[in-house]
């Protein structure tokens, strides 16, 4: 399957140096020429100067550009829309919009972050009607190129782009916020971030491969009269818990 890619934002290079570290042969197009070039050290990427190229020459279309662009974009390429598979990547552009706008046509959303730079992306993928089983199973397969894929129904596709998509930025706070304390207290900065960051990833990595409930593994960091529990009594004292979830509801509700 070629894919193709509209828009080389932090998104679209994202998931472009995924694809193309992994040989999968990808066209791409972006109005700035300067984040075109950043691709020509790859031999299977095809940089084309506009986005109708894309279309043309692609299976598959990864529209990575900002919602209140899919429009214009989409009326612009229509007409040489057959059987590619258009992708959204935000749930602001809906299978109910790409409905509204290719009647009959293959669409899905594919909601990834930003860690598919590192392979490690979690990306919800979300099929329209008209999408063939074999065809979902070669999306699924080029867009695990870059991470973790899960199929997710149209009602869950907010929360999983409120919680997933931006979970990143959230965890990037959280590690800045325990680097300063560190570099509070004389540790030195860079190596604040990679101790911290390491302890993130293997906490995660933890619940990945253990399965356990989270509270568990917590319990078993925690020992009687310790250092962890005063830490958890600080964070609990200061709506740790509450303050995620309302960063999260924040997004619901708009």
């Known amino acids: ?35 075109r070039d950043v691709f020509k050290k790859y031999e299977n990427a095809h940089i084309l100067l506009t986005d109708r190229e894309v279309v043309e020459k692609s299976d598959a279309i990864i529209v990575a550009i900002k919602p209140y662009a899919y429009d214009e974009f989409l009326e612009k390429v229509k007409d040489i829309i057959d059987k590619q598979i258009i992708i959204s990547i935000t749930s602001s552009f809906d299978l109910k919009k790409l409905e509204e706008k290719l009647k009959g046509k293959k669409f899905l959303m594919a909601l990834p972050n930003t860690p598919a730079k590192v392979m490690e992306s979690m990306t919800g993928i979300c099929p329209g009607k008209n999408i063939e089983e074999d065809e979902l199973k070669e999306i699924e397969e080029v867009l695990s190129s870059f991470g973790k894929t899960k199929i997710v129904s149209e009602k869950d596709i907010k929360i999983f782009e409120s919680s997933c998509g931006c979970m990143p930025a959230y965890v990037y706070m959280f590690i800045e916020a325990a680097a ?29 491969e253990t399965k356990e409930h989270p509270g568990v593994l917590k319990d078993q960091v925690t020992t009687s009269g310790g250092t962890t529990i005063k830490g958890l009594k600080s964070l609990e004292e200061s709506a740790f818990r509450a303050s995620i979830i309302d960063a999260i509801e924040s997004i619901m509700e708009n």
């Open 1 to 35: 399957m070629k894919i193709g890619i509209v828009g080389l934002g932090n998104m679209g290079s994202a998931m472009a140096h995924g694809l193309l570290e992994n040989k999968i042969e990808t066209y791409l197009f972006d109005r700035h020429e300067e984040k």
């Open 180 to 208: 300063d304390a560190c570099v509070y207290y004389g540790m030195k900065r860079d190596m604040a971030y990679e101790c911290v960051s390491q302890a993130v990833m293997g906490a995660a990595k933890m619940v990945n």
